[in-house]
């Protein structure tokens, strides 16, 4: 069954915005990791952060983590269109270097 | 990190006949992982692939369905069988372990259509 929950499922902006995504989960982690996929094709790894952190930024994105709401958000600041994608949340149920289970994703559209 | 070879990319199947998709690692991993992805839908794990024995399956998924071989670190094949158009998915293998900071790593996936 699904861990995750994204919200919302599908988002729509325009280049320069910035682009929040909002992810919860169920069970206790070790990681909580973000991917990206575009049209279909593999994912990529976007950022990991660890359950004793709660801010973590990369670039452009930045990642916030609340364990005691089980919860997690990836924040995307002036947004392009490139960053049209599929975006994942997925945990390790607790134990790190295990299979993912994934959120169901946010769907971003930004339009130029 | 790590680079992954996944092949093929895509295939069209007919319905009845078996595929075999390719999973190759540049580097010797702990973990080895396939997932499927229903057209529209997010990523459910198959299997963990496991190095000198049988694949451990999750619920629903069967070994006669979905074979899964990993003969040495660094590959693993997964087998869909008896296809029929509801096995139409992409197809993922991934790795991850303590070499990889815990970072699950993915191919480009399969792209798999069934007639």
């Known amino acids: 069954s699904q861990q995750g929950e994204e919200d919302p499922q599908a988002l729509s902006i325009q280049e320069g915005e910035n682009a929040t995504m909002n992810c919860s989960y169920k069970t206790s982690i070790n990681n909580l990791q973000w991917y990206r996929q575009n049209s279909g094709r593999g994912l990529v790894h976007l950022i990991l952060?660890?359950?004793?952190?709660r801010e973590k930024h990369s670039g452009r994105l930045r990642v916030t983590l609340d364990t005691s709401k089980k919860s997690s958000s990836l924040l995307i600041t002036a947004s392009r269109a490139a960053d049209t994608a599929s975006y994942f949340c997925a945990t390790d149920a607790g134990q790190a270097g295990t299979a993912l289970i994934f959120g169901k994703g946010t769907t971003l559209s930004v339009s130029s | 990190s790590a680079v992954i070879s996944q092949k093929p990319s895509r295939d069209i199947c007919q319905r009845g006949t078996s595929l075999t998709i390719q999973c190759q690692v540049d580097s010797q991993v702990t973990m080895m992982f396939w997932y499927r992805q229903q057209p529209g839908q997010s990523l459910t794990l198959i299997a963990t692939?496991?190095?000198?024995?049988?694949?451990?399956?999750e619920s629903g998924f069967v070994i006669d369905k979905f074979p899964i071989s990993r003969p040495n670190l660094t590959f693993s094949t997964l087998t869909v069988s008896n296809m029929s158009p509801e096995d139409s998915s992409i197809y993922l293998c991934s790795v991850a372990g303590e070499d990889l900071k815990n970072i699950q790593y993915f191919g480009a996936g399969t792209r798999l259509s069934v007639l």
């Open positions: 692939a496991n190095q000198g024995s049988e694949a451990t399956y």
């Open positions: 952060i660890r359950s004793n952190e």
